[in-house]
């Protein structure tokens, strides 16, 4: 399950962004995750419960946003919505569709106290 290896990097982060602006508990947490980046909001809220226990993150809530793939078709030359990473075209049915957007997860926000 790579969801608990990316939460512990969260948690790094989160840690680094601590010793630098000196907040010492952690209530909110944004994540980012594209429809693309293969990670699954599920295993990411059960990882962040796990990863942050006893952390200065403890009982945070954890807001998860999602969002949405997109690629580039050649054959349309247009930016078309994606929903896998394996996906045809909605305009023209080809799988010549490169993966542009959603493709990332991230860490967009804290709300610290
Ligand atoms: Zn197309």
Redesign the pocket.
């Known amino acids: 399950m790579h969801e608990m290896s990316l939460m512990e990097g969260v948690a790094q982060i989160i840690d680094e962004a601590a010793q630098a602006n000196g907040f010492r508990r952690v209530r909110k947490v944004t994540l980012e995750i594209g429809q693309l980046a293969l990670v699954d909001p599920e295993a990411m809220r059960f990882c962040f419960a796990a990863v942050m226990e006893d952390s200065l993150a403890e009982g945070a809530v954890l807001e998860i946003v999602d969002v949405p793939g997109s690629g580039w ?4 030359a ?1 930016s ?1 919505p994606m929903s896998d990473i394996i996906a045809a ?6 799988y ?2 490169q993966a542009t957007g959603g493709l990332e997860m991230k860490l967009s926000s804290l709300e610290v106290e």
Do not use: L
């Open positions: 078709c050649t054959p349309c247009a078309v075209c909605p305009n023209c049915g080809g010549q569709v």
